[in-house]
């Protein structure tokens, strides 16, 4: 019959509201929002940036893990650019480079400058080549130099006239060396004279400024990176574990299949010794079987996204809340975070899906008008806007077809393009999307994740409610 067929109801953000308790939260500026992405990564704000190629790239992923999020760098591009991309994250703020940009003094002034500019460098460090530190050229060095020609060992700053520390220097002692010397460059060198690493005040001063930073133990910014599970998934993932990456994310648009348990059975055979997150899936049978799989948390959400029409096209999803509510309850059996991804508009959402049991959130088109994401830039109707596409359409599906990801016969269309209005720094929309969340924690009388957990309430509201959860009867300034 057909009611055998229709085995639950399912609701979106939409369909609910958080019902408000007694609460013994005197601010809001009281509540923590911390909470797992895995076992051993926890986030200071629970927010992911999607790994769309509209949303997430270095820049996206800097500020991210800057605020104490974690940007996922999208994974429809070479696997060369994709690790450039996850060193550059891994590159812009620790106070200690292991690995400097490095030249020999044999090479040109033309090639200095050609390196300065790919990798973005201000100043680069003389090696010869057995790695000992010979100098230091910086942009002070050649800037009125217009002979491409010269030797870089005839414009270095030679190693006898700077000042050096070796490798076992602590942060504390490095600031009085900088200081006392008013330098901006300290060299590491082993004993044997070998450069080993790089100590900059700028960088100092990037690590003091944002002080709930996603931070791994060497004090480099985290960034999570997406693969797929098609025939160069474990090349790509091996090459973003040489870069630094600190997650994977297997991502696919039905990520409760075959071949997505046989791609976390390939890693863990291939022991890639990284934090796996899977998906996306919709229902508890898919966190079960995930998560027996090894995955170390699973991403939620199938077809809830503002530019997924999937839906639509193959008539398949579960409404969000719900698909959250229930993954969430399977999840917690095995002590797994879940991660909600699509379907928020507005801070209230993630308050909801957070309520319901997710322990992070994943955002798309709340960040994709922002001035860090990769998309491009519009001007219509004298407003600016950016361009985002969800990862399944139609001109997605032409790029990964360049790539080789999809074929033709698979060449259906589950994503729209669309424009987004331009909105800024992330940053700035971090910190309202935040505070809205600890508000509506603090609703609950939770004052941190846990507590959420523990505490919210939901009731179901009808068309009639949500128009009124809404600016009504008056124009809007």
């Known amino acids: 019959m057909l009611d055998e067929k229709i085995v639950k109801e399912g609701l979106a953000y939409g369909d609910v509201l958080l019902i408000p308790q007694r609460s013994s939260i005197l601010s809001r500026k009281l509540v923590d929002v911390s909470s797992n992405l895995t076992k051993d990564i926890r986030l200071k704000m629970p927010i992911l940036s999607a790994n769309m190629d509209t949303v997430t790239e270095h820049k996206t992923a800097i500020a991210m893990a800057r605020m104490g999020g974690l940007g996922v760098i999208h994974r429809f591009m070479s696997i060369n650019d994709q690790v450039e991309q996850v060193k550059k994250v891994k590159r812009f703020e620790s106070y200690r480079v292991d690995a400097p940009y490095t030249l020999e003094p044999g090479k040109t002034l033309g090639e200095a400058r050609e390196s300065m500019r790919k990798f973005g460098v201000t100043g680069l460090l003389i090696v010869d080549h057995l790695g000992r530190l010979e100098g230091i050229l910086t942009r002070r060095d050649v800037a009125f130099e217009n002979d491409n020609s010269l030797l870089v060992s005839n414009l270095m700053t030679p190693k006898d006239r700077l000042i050096v520390a070796y490798q076992d220097?602590?942060?504390?002692?490095?600031?009085?060396?900088?200081?006392?010397?008013?330098?901006?460059?300290?060299?590491?060198?082993?004993?044997?004279?070998?450069?080993?690493?790089?100590?900059?005040?700028?960088?100092?001063?990037?690590?003091?400024?944002?002080?709930?930073?996603?931070?791994?133990?060497?004090?480099?910014?985290?960034?999570?990176?997406?693969?797929?599970?098609?025939d160069d998934t474990l090349e790509r993932a091996l090459a973003l574990k040489e870069a630094g990456v600190d997650v994977l994310v297997i991502d696919i648009a039905h990520g409760h299949s075959e071949m997505v348990l046989n791609t976390i059975d390939m890693l863990k055979a291939h022991n890639i010794g990284l934090p796996i997150i899977a998906g996306n899936i919709a229902t508890p049978e898919a966190v079960r079987d995930l998560v027996t799989a090894g995955c170390d948390a699973v991403k939620v959400g199938v077809g809830p996204g503002s530019t997924c029409i999937t839906r639509l096209v193959a008539g398949t999803g579960v409404p969000q809340f719900t698909a959250v509510l229930e993954c969430a309850r399977e999840a917690q059996k095995y002590n797994i975070p879940i991660i909600a991804d699509g379907g928020i508009v507005y801070s209230g959402d993630i308050a909801k899906a957070l309520g319901g049991g997710a322990s992070v959130v994943m955002l798309g088109s709340l960040l994709a008008g922002t001035e860090e994401a990769p998309g491009i830039t519009m001007m219509k109707n004298g407003r600016k806007y950016k361009v985002m596409r969800g990862m399944a359409s139609f001109g997605a599906n032409i790029n990964r077809q360049a790539?080789?990801?999809?074929?033709?016969?698979e060449y259906v269309a589950e994503g729209v393009e669309a424009m987004v209005p331009y909105k800024g720094s992330v940053i700035e929309i971090l910190n309202q999307l935040v505070g809205g969340l600890k508000s509506g924690m603090s609703y609950s009388n939770a004052g941190d994740i846990a507590e959420f957990w523990q505490n919210a309430r939901f009731c179901k509201i009808t068309a009639a409610g949500w128009q009124e959860s809404?600016?009504?009867?008056v124009e809007v300034i």
């Open 403 to 409: 790539n080789k990801d999809v074929d033709n016969a």
């Open 470 to 473: 809404k600016p009504h009867d």
């Open 169 to 230: 220097i602590d942060l504390d002692e490095a600031k009085k060396v900088l200081s006392r010397h008013r330098i901006e460059k300290l060299p590491l060198v082993d004993n044997d004279g070998k450069l080993v690493g790089l100590i900059t005040s700028k960088d100092i001063t990037k690590t003091m400024e944002y002080p709930n930073a996603t931070k791994d133990a060497r004090g480099r910014l985290r960034v999570a990176a997406a693969i797929g599970v098609k």
